[in-house]
């Protein structure tokens, strides 16, 4: 294995001074409302309902900070980079992606529970003093990249002589892949038409299942990406890896340049999207190649 | 699957470091190997061999569980 798309070694030290910063302003955006004072720009005559005229774009700043130093940070080779620092991070990233996720999955569960017990039965996960607290689809565009840092630096200087390898999780093929393939695709069908009927007809439709879609996506795709191929061998691992750090990139560079260009509701939007794009994506480059190569294959076998 | 690169390296007297250096990777991926927590790819698995001038055998050896 070659290590591709790092940054130069030097990169990791300039990680640190952007994303320090970025979270000590992250967390005063957050949680004091504090704004950079003139920092923004008139973008619209009048206030509309949910879009002021005047947007500030300290909360941009510090997510920008917060997410060029952690992939500065995370992504940065070593001064000896070989075979097996590769698999390291490749190995590490593949953990915490999973690991996210499941954190994920305590935490919709804690918010659900919570919202049965203080709201009369009325579960709505998204408006709650919960929610309010430990906002996760703000915290989920950055925390696969903290876990993943925490990981790799653990595995790497944890013993001085030696580095450490995360084994592969996955889940057995049946049932699992199965019902993680099913779910998947019946809730993005349903995300998808929900979306569509709203921008083509502009209709109200019924936002809290789409909400619920939404937010239980991440968990079904989780499914799918860590669940066993029915074949799975040394080949299909190390694809597996491949995807999900092209997944990891894509996703963040998509999520930087949404926060340059939306704002407001549609970069709410977007932050409920962004809950479920690495393991979608994931699946989506894995699967792809994957059949490219049986194809080629069966091909093959037929042409010998 | 273990290996004899400790053995092999004390034949040839040479350090991790030293064989590190002339395979082409970091001396805690040869420290990793040694201690049969890592399994090399093929490729750094013969470039090993061919420093201690033994067929690649010789130097990793297939376990019952492999």
Known sequence: MKSRFLFPYQFKLLGWFLA?????LGYFVLYHEYKIPGFELRLRDKDALFVPSIENFTNELALILVLLGLLFI?????????ELTVRMRYN???????????????????????????????????????TDI??????????????????YYYLRYSKNNEYKIDKLFYLPYKPFKVIG????????????????????SGNRINEDILEDMMLFLPLALLLWTYSKEKNE???????????????????????????????????????????????????????????????????????? | MKNNIRVE??????????LADQVGVSRQTINTIESNKYVPSTVLALKIARIFEKPVEEVFILEDED
Request: glycine content about 2%; proline content about 2%; overall charge positive.
């Open chain 1, 20 to 24: 320090v910063p970025g979270f000590v």
């Open chain 1, 134 to 151: 430990l906002p996760i689809w703000i915290y989920n565009l950055f925390t696969p990249l903290v876990i993943f840092v925490i990981r």
């Open chain 1, 181 to 200: 393939i099913s779910v998947s695709i019946v809730m993005l069908t349903g995300i998808l038409l929900s979306f569509i009927i709203k921008w083509v």
């Open chain 2, 9 to 18: 390296r004390a034949i040839k007297n040479i350090t991790q470091a030293d």
């Open chain 1, 233 to 304: 061998d040394e080949f299909i691992a190390t694809l597996r890896l491949e995807s999900m750090q092209l997944a990891v990139y894509t996703n963040y560079i998509i999520l930087l340049v949404a926060n340059c260009f939306l704002f407001f509701t549609d970069f709410m939007v977007f932050m409920f999207i962004n809950l479920s794009t690495i393991t979608l994506f994931f699946v989506i480059r894995f699967n792809y190649i994957l059949r490219k190569y049986n194809k080629a294959t069966e091909q093959g076998e037929l042409a010998s």
């Open chain 1, 74 to 82: 995370a992504f940065s080779r070593e001064k000896k980079e070989d």
């Open chain 1, 92 to 130: 590490a990233l593949y953990w915490a992606i999973l690991i996210n996720y499941l954190i994920y999955g305590v935490w919709l569960v804690v918010a659900l529970v919570h919202d049965l017990f203080f709201f009369n039965n009325q579960v709505r996960v998204l408006s709650n003093f919960f």
